[in-house]
């Protein structure tokens, strides 16, 4: 839009009064910038400001010359607008015309400015480029956002509490802010850190439009010493992001769970595309012994040999303890949810607490599927994710399958272990469905499969034994036997997921774990917590196994139905597991109940088998 100079000067006297205006109904605790920019610079290039954190300034206009070089809001403009700023060799300028194609930034958390009493400030925003000082996610990319759009960010704080600024001063606790996509767009916060903390570590995590697509933690040393543990820098955990939000990997809900303390308080962020909403609650609910579910359900579920109603029951009493945990909030929004979709929701669950069995959560009864059975993983299409160490986020939704091992072993004789009858035909039935390539579960064999260059793709099964403590998640183990089928060897998750050098593939793209039911307790793959932290850690993008031991003629149909699935036709990995448990008969096994599945919930395996 080219003007002259006098348009500029009346354009100017409007926005004293547009000011004016804003001055008596913003709080004083807001701040604006306006900017006043016309297209040719040759003209008028003038910015005006004005304060209104100090009420004895609002009015006040201070008027001041912009620098000749301008950064550009947002990240790209329309074609049009940006040739002709090319070709005229100026730097690009947003007038009203503009239209924003994409926004791209990082997620930041400004460097602290510590007070007297060791509280300190610092701002939420977006950066332009990555901070490596910082544990920061990929780009936050957003395609053509419509006008009004915000980031919801949700904050934690490890060692203090945050709080919203009034006038240089700490007002109400805050757990969440909003920023509209724009770059210059900031939010001043304090954090006062808790008694005797050496340190404290802030958490954002960027909500858009219902979708986690970014995440940065910032560590802030209160005490000198605090940087440094037994002689190591701490160095907070990289969650790495690929943001770029597409149709297939939005879901309808998603929740965030994260431990806050040691004494098991629990911070909820709860997102939903459908409301444009995010809720943030901290200290509503806490968690425990964790470990107790697995092992009570286990002891009682193998009383009965895992099938009756006794054994439902089980499952029911538990799911019940379960929803005890969850704020009252996430029901009502499933609820909301649920009301405004045909479909089968979807749900995406992060969590960094992995031994507790949210799948088995009992729905209340007025937001329930009464043809489904009432546990949430029974009511939606549901997985789970990793908030933890050097992990990505969100998980792929595409897997295409090049490669297929189906590992599996009968053991008994000198081995020491129950006969599993059904393992060797679960793998047989692999090959000649799906060409998947069965072998034994021998520990040269897998050795063999490890020393293999990695392969993108590669889908493995394993219809073995497992060991596991329940209440500890990383005592767990695969059993094999060793080459001369004389004894069995233990194979650990750090030494089935190894070390991925980067830009290579890891070492499965897809592990199956299908532990059948052996004759002792402590012989139990029992939950699967142990393997997906390390798995995932290293690229596996998915992950499936049972949380209690499971009926191997079951079991090997549950594989058969599994694949036919995901790899005959076009359902998702969540849609199938979804579908299976609706299989569970009165009075029968519990064993289509027992699978838990981290990965994305719209996740398909393309069958690229050759």
Same mark, same amino acid.
């Not at 290039?45 to 206009?61: Q, S, Y």
């Not at 008027?63 to 790209?76: A, E, F, M, N, Q």
């Not at 889908?459 to 767990?476: M, N, R, V, Y």
């Not at 532990?515 to 012989?523: D, F, I, L, P, W």
């Given at each position: 839009?080219?003007?002259?100079?006098?348009?500029?000067?009346?354009?100017?006297?409007?926005?004293?009064?547009?000011?004016?205006?804003?001055?008596?109904?913003?709080?004083?605790?807001?701040?604006?910038?306006?900017?006043?920019?016309p297209?040719?610079?040759?003209?008028?290039d003038?910015?005006?400001?004005?304060?209104?954190?100090h009420?004895?300034?609002?009015?006040?206009?201070?008027?001041?010359?912009?620098k000749?070089?301008?950064?550009?809001?947002?990240?790209?403009?329309?074609?049009?607008t940006?040739k002709e700023?090319?070709?005229?060799?100026?730097e690009?300028?947003?007038?009203?015309?503009?239209?924003?194609?994409?926004?791209?930034?990082?997620?930041?958390?400004?460097?602290?400015?510590?007070?007297?009493?060791?509280?300190?400030?610092?701002?939420?925003?977006?950066?332009?480029?990555?901070?490596?000082?910082?544990?920061?996610?990929?780009?936050?990319?957003?395609?053509?956002?419509?006008?009004?759009?915000?980031?919801?960010?949700s904050?934690?704080?490890?060692?203090?509490?945050?709080?919203?600024?009034v006038?240089?001063?700490?007002g109400?606790?805050v757990?969440?802010?909003?920023?509209?996509?724009?770059?210059?767009?900031?939010?001043?916060?304090?954090?006062?850190?808790?008694?005797?903390?050496?340190?404290?570590?802030?958490?954002?995590?960027?909500?858009?439009?219902?979708?986690?697509?970014?995440?940065?933690?910032?560590?802030?040393?209160i005490?000198?010493?605090?940087?440094?543990?037994?002689?190591v820098?701490f160095?907070?955990?990289?969650?790495?992001v690929?943001?770029?939000?597409?149709?297939?990997?939005?879901?309808?809900?998603?929740?965030?769970?994260?431990r806050?303390?040691?004494?098991?308080?629990?911070?909820?962020?709860?997102?939903?595309?459908?409301?444009?909403?995010?809720?943030?609650?901290?200290?509503?609910?806490?968690?425990?012994?964790?470990g107790?579910?697995?092992?009570?359900?286990?002891?009682?579920?193998?009383?009965?040999?895992?099938?009756?109603?006794?054994?439902?029951?089980?499952?029911?009493?538990?799911?019940?303890?379960?929803?005890?945990?969850?704020p009252?909030?996430?029901?009502?929004?499933?609820?909301?949810?649920?009301?405004?979709?045909?479909?089968?929701?979807?749900?995406?669950?992060?969590?960094?607490?992995?031994?507790?069995?949210?799948?088995?959560?009992?729905?209340p009864a007025?937001?329930?599927?009464?043809?489904?059975?009432?546990?949430?993983?029974?009511?939606?299409?549901?997985?789970?994710?990793?908030?933890?160490?050097?992990?990505?986020?969100?998980?792929?939704?595409?897997?295409?399958v090049?490669?297929?091992?189906?590992m599996?072993?009968?053991?008994?004789?000198?081995?020491?272990?129950?006969?599993?009858?059904?393992?060797?035909?679960?793998?047989?039935?692999?090959?000649?469905?799906?060409?998947?390539?069965?072998?034994?579960?021998k520990?040269?064999?897998?050795g063999?499969?490890?020393?293999d260059d990695?392969?993108p793709g590669?889908?493995?099964h @394993?219809?073995? $034994?497992? =060991?596991?403590d329940? +209440?500890?998640?990383?005592?767990?183990? !695969?059993?094999? /036997?060793?080459?001369? &089928?004389?004894?069995?060897?233990?194979?650990?998750?750090?030494?089935?997921?190894?070390?991925?050098?980067?830009?290579?593939?890891?070492?499965?793209?897809?592990?199956?774990?299908?532990?059948?039911?052996?004759?002792?307790?402590?012989?139990?793959?029992?939950q699967?917590?142990? @393997?997906?932290? $390390?798995? =995932?850690?290293?690229? +596996?993008?998915?992950?499936i196994?049972? !949380?209690?031991? /499971?009926?191997?003629? &079951?079991?090997?149909?549950?594989?058969?139905?599994?694949?036919d699935?995901?790899l005959?036709?076009?359902?998702?990995?969540?849609?199938?597991?979804?579908?299976?448990?609706?299989?569970?008969?009165?009075?029968?096994?519990?064993?289509?109940?027992?699978?838990?599945?981290?990965?994305?919930?719209?996740?398909?395996?393309?069958?690229?088998i050759?």
């Amino acid at each position: 839009m080219h003007i002259d100079r006098s348009s500029a000067e009346r354009i100017l006297e409007a926005t004293y009064k547009i000011i004016e205006i804003l001055t008596e109904t913003l709080e004083p605790s807001h701040e604006a910038l306006i900017t006043v920019k016309p297209y040719d610079r040759k003209l008028i290039d003038e910015a005006f400001t004005f304060d209104l954190k100090h009420p004895d300034r609002i009015g006040r206009i201070r008027k001041k010359k912009t620098k000749k070089k301008l950064i550009p809001v947002g990240s790209s403009v329309d074609e049009i607008t940006r040739k002709e700023e090319e070709e005229s060799g100026e730097e690009p300028c947003h007038g009203s015309e503009t239209i924003l194609k994409e926004f791209r930034a990082y997620p930041h958390i400004g460097d602290p400015t510590f007070n007297h009493d060791l509280s300190f400030d610092f701002t939420i925003g977006y950066g332009r480029v990555k901070d490596d000082a910082v544990a920061v996610s990929g780009e936050l990319v957003v395609h053509e956002p419509d006008p009004g759009d915000v980031f919801n960010i949700s904050i934690r704080a490890e060692g203090g509490k945050v709080y919203t600024l009034v006038d240089d001063s700490p007002g109400s606790e805050v757990s969440k802010v909003k920023l509209i996509l724009d770059h210059k767009a900031i939010e001043r916060l304090r954090c006062i850190p808790n008694d005797n903390v050496n340190h404290v570590i802030l958490h954002a995590d960027y909500i858009f439009k219902g979708q986690l697509i970014g995440t940065v933690s910032h560590i802030v040393i209160i005490d000198d010493q605090a940087a440094y543990a037994d002689g190591v820098a701490f160095i907070p955990p990289v969650r790495r992001v690929f943001s770029d939000l597409t149709r297939e990997n939005k879901v309808d809900i998603c929740v965030s769970v994260r431990r806050t303390d040691d004494d098991g308080t629990l911070q909820w962020t709860i997102a939903t595309r459908h409301l444009d909403e995010v809720h943030t609650i901290t200290g509503e609910k806490k968690a425990t012994e964790t470990g107790v579910f697995a092992k009570r359900i286990q002891t009682e579920l193998r009383e009965h040999g895992f099938t009756s109603v006794f054994a439902l029951g089980t499952l029911e009493s538990s799911g019940k303890d379960i929803t005890d945990l969850i704020p009252e909030l996430f029901w009502e929004i499933l609820g909301k949810v649920k009301s405004k979709t045909s479909e089968t929701p979807s749900l995406l669950l992060y969590t960094d607490e992995t031994r507790i069995p949210w799948e088995l959560a009992y729905v209340p009864a007025d937001i329930r599927n009464p043809d489904q059975l009432p546990f949430l993983c029974c009511q939606v299409n549901m997985g789970r994710w990793l908030l933890r160490e050097k992990i990505e986020i969100p998980p792929p939704t595409t897997i295409e399958v090049t490669r297929f091992t189906a590992m599996s072993q009968s053991y008994g004789g000198a081995t020491g272990l129950g006969f599993l009858e059904y393992t060797n035909d679960e793998a047989k039935i692999l090959k000649n469905k799906y060409a998947a390539e069965s072998v034994d579960a021998k520990i040269n064999v897998l050795g063999q499969l490890l020393m293999d260059d990695p392969e993108p793709g590669h889908l493995i099964h @394993f219809a073995i $034994h497992g =060991i596991s403590d329940p +209440t500890d998640s990383a005592k767990c183990a !695969l059993i094999l /036997v060793n080459s001369t &089928d004389s004894g069995t060897i233990e194979v650990y998750p750090t030494q089935l997921a190894g070390v991925r050098e980067e830009g290579n593939p890891p070492r499965f793209s897809f592990v199956f774990l299908n532990a059948c039911q052996v004759g002792a307790t402590h012989q139990i793959l029992g939950q699967a917590a142990g @393997f997906p932290p $390390h798995l =995932i850690r290293v690229g +596996t993008k998915g992950f499936i196994a049972p !949380l209690w031991s /499971v009926v191997g003629k &079951d079991a090997i149909s549950y594989a058969e139905h599994f694949y036919d699935k995901v790899l005959g036709k076009d359902t998702t990995v969540s849609e199938a597991l979804t579908m299976l448990r609706a299989t569970y008969e009165e009075n029968g096994s519990v064993t289509p109940l027992a699978y838990v599945y981290y990965g994305h919930p719209n996740t398909k395996l393309l069958n690229k088998i050759q």
